[in-house]
């Protein structure tokens, strides 16, 4: 990721704020697919920060429905048990 790429500037501030770090490496992957596991991950973060809770009725069943496959990664879990 370049400085003249023109998703920097939100990477930044994604990441000074503490919603993003990176992968193992401690390099971003902006062209990568997100997956829901990261997604979740950095709307709990974002929900903490806020302060905003959103309605959860249906994350409640995403929830129940992955943890029925298998699905979940431990930290994955972690921040999805947080918003609910």
């Known amino acids: 990721m370049g400085s003249e790429d023109w ?3 939100y990477v930044q501030t994604a990441y000074s704020n503490g919603l993003i770090q990176g992968f193992e ?3 971003f992957r902006p062209n990568d697919h997100i997956t829901r596991e990261q997604t979740m991950v ?3 973060k974002a929900t903490n920060i806020t302060g905003l809770l959103a309605d ?3 994350l409640r069943l995403h929830q ?3 943890c029925l496959e298998q699905k ?3 930290w994955y879990k972690h921040c999805f048990q947080n918003l609910i």
């Open 64 to 66: 129940k429905q992955m």
């Open 42 to 44: 950095i709307i709990a």
């Open 56 to 58: 959860t009725s249906s």
């Open 72 to 74: 979940l990664l431990n």
């Open 7 to 9: 998703y920097n500037a």
């Open 25 to 27: 490496d401690g390099e």
